[in-house]
């Protein structure tokens, strides 16, 4: 089936530190791939996406690209900041879904 | 303002009360879910409702049962429920099934 796996929090860092978390799926067909934010409080917001290989999908300073040959999608930064403090979710939709597979999500904590 | 409204945020109850939970998106949408989002486990997918019909149940209790009377309104309406119940639950919203989705802020529901 289709599933998504990405690594374990909670990561902490220092502001400015680069960021990497990573995401690797399964899935049949051609998956498009998503990562999503939930800050403190709050809903899940989509922070970026890629509908096909090679895509790299951008947001917030945030980076995701699409890699088929690894079946990755790992989300970098190249400078945190206290305000990225939150869980992300990697989540894949297939084309012939009604739904997305979310991963376990990743806490990220930035300290000052 | 995200788009989509939840009410109430937070909800206790005992085993034997019977309560909703309310969602409410301004979107425009045809697509609706229910997702249950537990401590260290990936978002579970409970309902997806498309134009107020029901396209999926994943092996949800039917303590749990959803109702969706037009496209801007979804309830989950809780009856019996037991202590491993209290989670978060989010309503979200998209275009049509299976489109990125635009989430609520959740209900923290606790179950005495």
């Known amino acids: 089936g289709n599933s998504v796996t990405q690594m374990e929090g909670p990561v902490t860092l220092s502001e400015e530190a680069f960021l990497t978390i990573n995401c690797t799926y399964t899935?049949?067909?051609?998956?498009?791939l998503f990562w999503y934010v939930q800050y403190p409080g709050e809903g899940l917001q989509l922070l970026l996406k890629?509908?096909?290989?090679?895509d790299k999908g951008s947001n917030k300073g945030f980076e995701a690209t699409y890699r088929k040959e690894t079946t990755s999608f790992h989300l970098e930064k190249g400078s945190v900041q206290v305000s990225d403090s939150a869980v992300y979710f990697c989540?894949?939709?297939?084309?012939?879904?009604?739904?997305?597979?979310f991963g376990a999500g990743t806490r990220l904590t930035v300290k000052p | 303002e995200t788009g989509v409204t939840q009410t109430p945020r937070h909800l206790v109850m005992g085993m034997t009360n019977k309560k909703s939970l309310k969602c409410e998106q301004h979107?425009?949408?045809?697509?609706m879910y229910w997702y249950k989002q537990s401590a260290k486990k990936p978002l579970e997918l409970m309902f997806v409702?498309?134009?107020?019909?029901?396209?999926e149940n994943n092996s949800v209790p039917s303590r749990f049962s959803p109702e969706c009377p037009n496209s801007s309104h979804l309830f989950l309406h809780l009856h019996t429920l037991q202590p491993e119940d209290s989670a978060l639950y989010l309503c979200?919203?998209?275009?049509?099934?299976?489109?990125?989705?635009?989430f609520g802020d959740g209900t923290r529901l606790s179950i005495l």
């Open positions: 979200a919203s998209s275009q049509d099934p299976g489109q990125p989705q635009h």
């Open positions: 899935a049949t067909g051609y998956p498009s």
């Open positions: 890629a509908t096909k290989a090679d």
């Open positions: 989540a894949l939709r297939t084309y012939n879904n009604n739904d997305m597979r």
């Open positions: 979107l425009g949408h045809n697509a």
């Open positions: 409702y498309s134009l107020e019909e029901r396209v």
